[in-house]
Nanobody, 119 residues
Framework: QVQLVESGGGLVQAGGSLRLSCAAS????????MGWFRQAPGKEREFVAA????????YYVDSVKGRFTISRDNAKNTVYLQMNSLKPEDTAVYYC????????????WGQGTQVTVSS
């Protein structure tokens, strides 16, 4: 099992940047693909980005391509989401998750961190 704790959320103006971190405990972190999801008020949780266990592969939802970058440091058991050129529509609670790489189906969730982008 993997326990996940997100941090780095906050309030930022449109066009600004934030870096989210997700610290994982458990010996299986390096063997898990990881993903970031988000849930805006009144909307369903949606996939944002994923990274393979080996860091060789990443992919993103179209709305964040070119602005967000997912990365991981297996030595630190941490996955990151660098978010640049933020827009008000990026406002949401962001969750990291250990995922099934083939389906992006989440296996374990963190508790979430709030990101608010003001216009």
């Amino acid at each position: 099992q993997v326990q996940l704790v997100e941090s780095g959320g906050g309030l930022v103006q449109a066009g600004g940047s934030l870096r989210l971190s997700c610290a994982a405990s458990g010996r299986t972190f390096s063997s898990n693909a990881m993903g970031w999801f988000r849930q805006a008020p009144g909307k369903e949780r949606e996939f944002v980005a994923a990274i393979s266990s080996s860091r060789d592969y990443t992919y993103y939802v179209d709305s964040v391509k070119g602005r967000f970058t997912i990365s991981r440091d297996n030595a630190k058991n941490t996955v990151y989401l660098q978010m640049n050129s933020l827009k008000p529509e990026d406002t949401a609670v962001y969750y990291c998750a250990a995922i099934n790489w083939a389906t992006t189906q989440p296996l374990y969730w963190g508790q979430g961190t709030q990101v608010t982008v003001s216009s």
